[in-house]
């Protein structure tokens, strides 16, 4: 019984690192270089950053890059990671 009330927290902050992983990700394929400045707002805010940034982050579908597999904007000019048009 006590491993599972262990099990809570750790599973909480797993989430936390993979919403933050998740954040920088998205913020970096769609060409944002703040991706940092909102992993730390995300950190301390958690769901209210969250909200924040899906409603400040540049809008459109994410695609696949043809160059080098990342994620990128459909509507961006160049890739973010690799810099192919
Ligand atoms: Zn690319």
Redesign the pocket.
């Known amino acids: 019984m006590c491993s599972t009330f262990l099990a809570i927290p750790i599973i909480i902050f797993v989430l936390n690192i993979a919403l933050l992983v998740w954040v920088a990700r998205d913020a970096k394929a769609r060409g944002m270089d703040s991706a940092v400045l909102w992993m730390i707002l995300v950190m301390f805010t958690s769901v209210i950053g969250l909200l924040i940034y899906i409603f400040s982050r540049p809008q459109g579908n994410l695609i696949r ?6 994620n ?1 904007l459909q509507a961006s000019v160049k ?6 048009a």
């Not at 890059?65 to 990342?70: F, L, P």
Request: glycine letters at 16%.
């Open positions: 890059c043809a160059n080098c597999g990342n990128r890739c973010p990671h690799c810099g192919s």
